[in-house]
């Protein structure tokens, strides 16, 4: 019996980007009909427009929120209608890519999430995601999510079985815009979900002028501490832990926005010891 796959696009005033998203799925459906069937899910956010959907055959279905609600309500609104056993949280403006998709399947057979590698495309460069499988074992644990930054950077490059989605994180959906697919990973390890990886490129982040939130560096930094408070708050992560977790994103705001003192670089010293680590570790992963 052939799988499901739900894929789940919130939609803010993005008709110019959708077309290009619908594509690139029904490419990868036509691929993999043999083994798996995909659903398109378009939770429309923007209250003043309708989706313009492109003329090419595809199960899609369009809901709308009553207001605006944000990218993580929108994902869970079109959870709980999806029909798959798999889950694939899209945004508007990215791709999926044909290259490695029946081995992001084969892989989800034994694991709760599967982790595929892509690229970012800014202007008319492409920049690889992860350099290697080796890297990709190193950088996709827990603690580097604790002590360096969302290291999954998009939750478009992963495939998961909806029955290992944590309820705490559909059940407590943020009010700001960002980090919810951080919140997402932390709370799967925290649950011992198994995660697997595939390098081979499945996605494509697209830089849309800025328009994608997490370009956004205060906002991001208050939804990745509105995301920490909450799973101090239920117990999912420890207080050493949300300690740690918030000296990373803090860290992060003041190093991307060039705030850094002299100060600061005795008040962050664990965190600039962090990332000067990883980054090595992740050069000579690359190189050898």
């Given amino acids: 019996m052939k799988e499901l796959i739900s894929v789940i696009i919130p939609f803010y005033y993005g008709n110019e980007y959708i077309a290009r998203a ?13 083994s798996a069937d995909i659903e398109v899910i378009i939770i429309n956010d923007s209250p003043e427009i309708e989706v313009m959907l492109p003329d090419i055959e595809l199960n899609c279905t369009v809901i709308k929120n009553d207001t605006n609600s944000g990218i993580h309500r929108s994902r869970v609104n079109g959870l709980k209608i999806a029909k798959g056993n798999y889950i694939q949280f899209l945004d508007q403006d990215d791709e ?33 995601i992860y350099k290697s499988y080796s890297s990709m074992e190193y950088l996709i644990q827990l603690k580097r999510l604790l002590k360096i930054r969302n290291l999954i950077p998009s939750p478009g490059e992963c495939l998961i079985k909806r029955e290992s989605i944590p309820k705490v994180w559909i059940n407590n959906t943020l009010s700001t815009d960002g980090a919810d697919d951080w919140m997402l990973w932390v709370c799967m390890f925290k649950q011992n979900a198994r995660f697997a990886m595939n390098s081979d490129n499945v996605y494509r982040h697209n830089d849309s002028q800025g328009a994608n939130c997490s370009a956004n560096i205060g906002k991001m930094r208050d939804s990745a501490n509105e995301a920490n408070s909450i799973l101090n708050k239920y117990g999912i992560i420890t207080a050493t832990e949300a300690k740690t977790w918030r000296s990373a994103i803090d860290f992060k705001y003041f190093q991307d926005t060039r705030q850094l003192k002299i ?13 000067i680590i990883y980054k090595f570790v992740i050069y000579i992963k690359s190189v050898f």
């Fill in 263 to 275: 100060f600061d670089y005795i008040r962050f010293r664990k965190e600039i010891f962090n990332n």
């Fill in 96 to 128: 999926l890519m044909l290259d490695g998709y029946d081995k992001q399947l084969a892989l989800l057979e034994n694991a709760d999430i599967v982790v595929g590698n892509g690229y970012y495309s800014m202007g008319q460069k492409n920049y690889v």
């Fill in 22 to 34: 619908l594509q690139s799925i029904k490419k990868v459906s036509d691929v993999i009909a043999d």
